[in-house]
């Protein structure tokens, strides 16, 4: 009988035998290799186990499991129920109970109980695998062989103004101010410490008309891309002036030595100069432009 999706049950633990609970996973099991990507991602080498194997075997079923892991079908059931809580396992019926003779009662008894193999969601496929750095690095490399400054200013502008698709829905805020927060608050989901001052609090000053709203970050969201070049210091301040909605500069970089990367935000006329909050020296903030070419 073909599979029939089910919602995410727990599975039921039968007794053991000895009335004491079987071991639980130690290790990586008989037959199944761990992946340094399963351990870089933190979860523990018994999940990572359990999961590349459905990740191989299609849809298992608890006994096969425990006899390809070495571990008790209590512990492999208590394992399932977990991740299945966690969305990151389903279940399929393989067999429906079979059904007996009407009892007495004109109820019905099952002589079987329901076969279930179990799969990975697309939450559970997600996880191992994670390769993007390299192939990030790889990628980049390319942008920057690009020989034409005009195509290569186009790729830019449009990696941030991708890197700015993925938070536009999220920001809020009327002006500069509060939507540079609103950025903050999302960068800081993201495990990147920044924080937002108004100018005269963050020893930086503008020229001209307006105020201006500086974010501070303190870790580099691309340190591995950023040494190589400037070009991902580019694309993040197209990024953040794409969220904005105002004119963004780039008025300090760790790259020059500074222990973190300032940008400003604010009008035009506002951002065109700032002062370098080390050496209080005015730098013409057209030095970015050697980021984007």
């Known amino acids: 009988m073909s599979p029939q999706s089910q919602p995410s049950a727990s599975p039921s633990p039968p007794a053991s035998h000895s009335g004491a609970p079987g071991p639980v996973?130690?290790?990586?099991?008989?037959?199944?290799?761990?992946?340094?990507?399963?351990?870089?991602?933190?979860?523990?080498?018994?999940?990572a186990a359990l999961i590349e194997m459905l990740r191989m075997e299609g849809t298992p079923g608890v006994e096969e499991i425990s006899e390809a892991l070495g571990v008790t079908a209590t512990a492999v059931r208590q394992r399932l129920e977990r991740l299945m809580r966690e969305g990151i396992v389903g279940r399929d019926v393989l067999r429906p109970a079979t059904a007996g003779n009407a009892s007495p009662h004109g109820q019905t008894r099952s002589r079987g109980r329901p076969s279930y193999g179990y799969r990975l969601t697309d939450k559970g496929r997600r996880l191992g695998g994670d390769n993007f750095r390299d192939l990030a690095l790889v990628l980049w490399k390319e942008i920057r062989g690009v020989e034409s400054d005009e195509v290569r200013r186009g790729l830019l502008s449009r990696i941030g103004g991708a890197m700015a698709g993925m938070y536009r829905e999220q920001i809020r805020g009327d002006g500069?101010?509060?939507?540079?927060?609103?950025?903050?608050?999302?960068l800081r989901q993201r495990q990147i410490a920044c924080t937002v001052e108004p100018c005269n609090e963050a020893g930086i000053e503008g020229t001209g008309t307006g105020g201006l709203s500086i974010l501070t970050s303190?870790?580099?969201?691309?340190?591995?891309?950023?040494?190589?070049?400037r070009g991902i210091c580019a694309a993040e301040r197209l990024m953040l002036q794409d969220l904005v909605g105002a004119p963004v500069r780039l008025a300090s970089c760790r790259l020059d030595g500074d222990h973190s990367c300032r940008f400003v935000a604010g009008h035009r006329e506002s951002a065109e100069a700032v002062v370098h909050p080390s050496t209080q020296k005015v730098t013409d903030t057209r030095r970015n432009g050697v980021s984007e070419h």
């Open 25 to 47: 996973f130690q290790g990586e099991g008989a037959g199944v290799s761990l992946p340094p990507s399963a351990r870089e991602n933190g979860r523990r080498s018994s999940d």
């Open 218 to 229: 303190h870790v580099c969201p691309y340190p591995q891309l950023a040494d190589q070049d």
């Open 176 to 186: 500069v101010a509060e939507r540079l927060e609103s950025v903050a608050h999302l």
